[in-house]
């Protein structure tokens, strides 16, 4: 039914459909990184999305580059 629903949807409608999947999917993923670590700061948090989601080269690299800005402290 639901892919139906979808194959008959203007792609203006398909693309504010995957809009809104991706908005919730990104909310979801970050809740879930804030209720597994309430000790963190927002920036901590941040940089431990990335580590789960890109690796933990990348998360390094954020990281350094928060910690040059000031907005984190190592």
């Given at each position: 039914?639901?892919?139906?629903?979808?194959?008959?949807?203007?792609?203006?409608?398909?693309?504010?459909?995957?809009?809104?999947?991706?908005?919730?999917?990104?909310?979801?993923?970050?809740?879930?990184?804030?209720?597994?670590?309430?000790?963190?700061?927002?920036?901590?948090?941040?940089?431990?999305?990335?580590?789960?989601?890109?690796?933990?080269?990348?998360?390094?690299?954020?990281?350094?580059?928060?910690?040059?800005?000031?907005?984190?402290?190592p």
């Amino acid at each position: 039914m639901q892919i139906e629903l979808f194959r008959r949807a203007t792609p203006q409608q398909r693309c504010k459909l995957a809009r809104s999947l991706s908005v919730g999917t990104l909310a979801l993923a970050h809740r879930a990184i804030e209720r597994a670590y309430p000790e963190l700061s927002p920036w901590a948090r941040r940089v431990k999305f990335v580590e789960v989601h890109y690796g933990a080269e990348l998360a390094r690299r954020f990281e350094r580059w928060l910690v040059e800005r000031g907005l984190l402290t190592p």
